[in-house]
């Protein structure tokens, strides 16, 4: 019997996304991003759900896409990649970004092209010591996709990220970390532990904040610095009239841990 190429776990506020085509080490192909798809707006649609962890089977995160899915032979009309980014990979990554609520990255092992570019765009992501992110697109005269040209310069600087996508080279998890690329470089046995434990953290926390606290972050790459005060302005007056931050001043006035609902 076939397995599903995403699994999709939910469990006390925590739902657990795993990229499932181990044998092409989770790389897409069209039903893939079907089903991906299906998973976040179920993720999205689940308001017991309040942190999204996205992590890969067997020994690999992502390798992008899979090749094989997309035909390059000389006898037959090229395809239009451009295409597959506005029907696929744009609507991924702008769901992905747009959750309301915090969305963590385990990277069990490579996370190549695409895949790379999904495990640095998620808000918190940790790494296995043995895992390596790359930028393949070089190697194949391709232009960095799923936001990889937005994101390398903000995560790693410009001089890294030209490093990265005009050379191709393995990046490894140490190296993330120290760059800056990700939150958090971990042992392998370890990944998914700490991974777990952060999520359930992120699963008591008041969710509509987060989700405001996201927005304002991911404005602060354009906006103007009175246009960000404005922003935080105006986001502010939506958290103080949540439920969660009434139970927040009253938990801290009364000396006990809050008991927030994401609401």
Not at 38 to 62: M, N, P
Not at 75 to 81: A, F, S
Not at 227 to 251: H, S
Request: glycine content about 8%.
């Amino acid at each position: 019997m076939t397995q599903p190429s995403i699994l999709l776990e939910i469990d006390q506020g925590v739902a657990l996304l795993t990229l499932n085509r181990p044998d092409n080490l989770n790389s897409f192909n069209v039903e893939m991003h079907e089903r991906m798809r299906e998973a976040i707006s179920t993720v999205r649609k689940d308001e017991s759900v309040r942190v999204l962890v996205i992590t890969g089977s067997g020994r690999g995160f992502c390798a992008g896409q899979d090749l094989s899915d997309r035909s390059v032979s000389p006898d037959q009309e090229m395809p239009d990649l451009g295409a597959s980014l506005e029907n696929y990979y744009n609507p991924l990554m702008r769901s992905l970004r747009d959750l309301p609520m915090p969305v963590l990255c385990a990277v069990n092992g490579v996370a190549a092209g695409a895949g790379a570019n999904i495990a640095l765009a998620c808000d918190i992501t940790l790494a296995a010591r043995s895992a390596n992110f790359v930028q393949a697109f070089c190697k194949l005269g391709l232009v960095p996709d799923s936001g990889g040209t937005w994101t390398l310069p903000r995560v790693a600087g410009m001089a890294r990220a030209k490093g990265m996508a005009l050379l191709g080279d393995k990046i490894s998890a140490e190296q993330a970390e120290n760059w800056g690329m990700i939150w958090r470089c971990v042992d392998n046995e370890q990944l998914m532990e700490e991974t777990m434990k952060l999520a359930r953290h992120f699963a008591t926390q008041p969710t509509k904040g987060l989700a405001l606290i996201k927005r304002a972050l991911h404005a602060s790459a354009s906006n103007t610095f009175e246009e960000q005060i404005n922003l935080e302005r105006d986001l502010q007056r939506m958290a103080g009239q949540t439920e969660d931050y009434r139970e927040g001043v009253a938990a801290f006035m009364e000396k006990r841990t809050p008991n927030f609902k994401g609401k």
